[in-house]
């Protein structure tokens, strides 16, 4: 099966800029997750969708930061305007949506830049 | 209550050597539990779970051990390889509501040398 798909993989923008990134999850995937991943970290969930519901953005700073799942499938995250701790690699998951738990599958992410 | 609390940072390992990771977690409403691993300019890959009905989980080379009494969780990678050379994620999971959020630890970065 084909994986989680990202774009773009790397983004430098300056601060105050505004920037997006999109994700294609694998077919049939219900659940998709937005992550930001600050160098030398672990990965920090920011948003999860439940089809094209939002079921978590408690940690998405929603002054600048935004995501919508259009028709359940695709997802684009958008950053308005960037500050420079935004630099990050933003990460897409998906997951089957049953009753237990299957794991993720992530994306290779998109490494932003922010100067 | 909802970290994950892994360690150490990093960690260097002569080929053939055991690699060890350590994770520690507070929150008993977890209930799965993870292994992630991570190559440069790649997203986290599943390498192994577990779930706390059982102590020990076994696949190929890579052996999660589990203490639900202690509330900690470990990687054992068995005859380290430099191919294993890569950022070792632990992350745990409340399947309770439904919604499955992995929480992660900070990672461990492996290097085997050969």
């Avoid at chain 1, 935004?86 to 830049?113: E, H, I, K, N, W």
């Amino acid at each position: 099966e084909a994986g989680v798909a990202q774009s773009p993989r790397y983004k430098i923008i300056e601060k105050r800029q505004s920037v997006a990134f999109w994700c294609n999850p694998i077919s049939g995937h219900a659940t998709l997750y937005w992550y930001q991943q600050i160098l030398g970290q672990g990965p920090k969930l920011l948003i999860q969708f439940q089809n094209n519901g939002v079921v978590d953005d408690s940690q998405l700073p929603k002054d600048r930061f935004s995501a919508e799942r259009l028709k359940g499938v695709d997802s684009t995250l958008k950053i308005q305007p960037a500050k420079l701790e935004d630099s990050a690699v933003y990460l897409c998951a998906s997951s089957l949506d049953m009753p237990g738990f299957y794991g993720y599958t992530f994306g290779s992410g998109t490494r932003l830049t922010v100067v | 209550q909802q970290q994950v609390k892994q360690s150490p940072q990093s960690l260097i390992v002569q080929k053939g050597g055991i690699s060890i990771i350590n994770c520690a977690y507070e929150n008993t409403a977890f209930d799965y539990f993870p292994w992630y691993q991570q190559f440069p300019g790649k997203g986290p890959a599943l390498l192994i779970a577990i779930r706390p009905d059982v102590s020990e989980k076994k696949e190929g080379r890579f052996t999660i051990s589990f203490n639900k009494s202690a509330k900690q969780f470990s990687l054992h990678i068995m005859d380290s390889q430099p191919g294993d050379s890569a950022t070792y994620f632990c992350a745990a999971s409340a399947s309770s509501g439904g919604y499955n959020k992995l929480i992660f630890g900070a990672g461990t970065r492996l290097a085997v040398h050969p």
